[in-house]
């Protein structure tokens, strides 16, 4: 038998520790383009552009949604 822990880990000092586990939103800004939340690094999923450029081939009418 490997080594085993000495005291069960109470319910307490289980949740403490798991009180950091937890998923975080990305970083967001501004689109230069139309001015909506865009994940950092990321083409805008609304205007479809990165840094000034066309990257995605968007939909005529976008905000039809
Ligand atoms: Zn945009």
């Given at each position: 038998m490997g080594a085993l822990p000495k005291q069960k880990t109470s319910k307490a000092r289980k949740g403490k520790r798991r009180s950091h586990l937890h998923l975080e939103l990305p970083p967001l800004e501004t689109c230069q383009q139309c001015g909506t939340k865009k994940v950092t690094h990321h083409v805008c999923?609304?205007?479809?552009?990165?840094r000034g450029r066309q990257i995605l081939r968007m939909k005529e009418a976008p905000a039809s949604e």
């Amino acid at each position: 038998m490997g080594a085993l822990p000495k005291q069960k880990t109470s319910k307490a000092r289980k949740g403490k520790r798991r009180s950091h586990l937890h998923l975080e939103l990305p970083p967001l800004e501004t689109c230069q383009q139309c001015g909506t939340k865009k994940v950092t690094h990321h083409v805008c999923l609304e205007c479809g552009t990165y840094r000034g450029r066309q990257i995605l081939r968007m939909k005529e009418a976008p905000a039809s949604e």
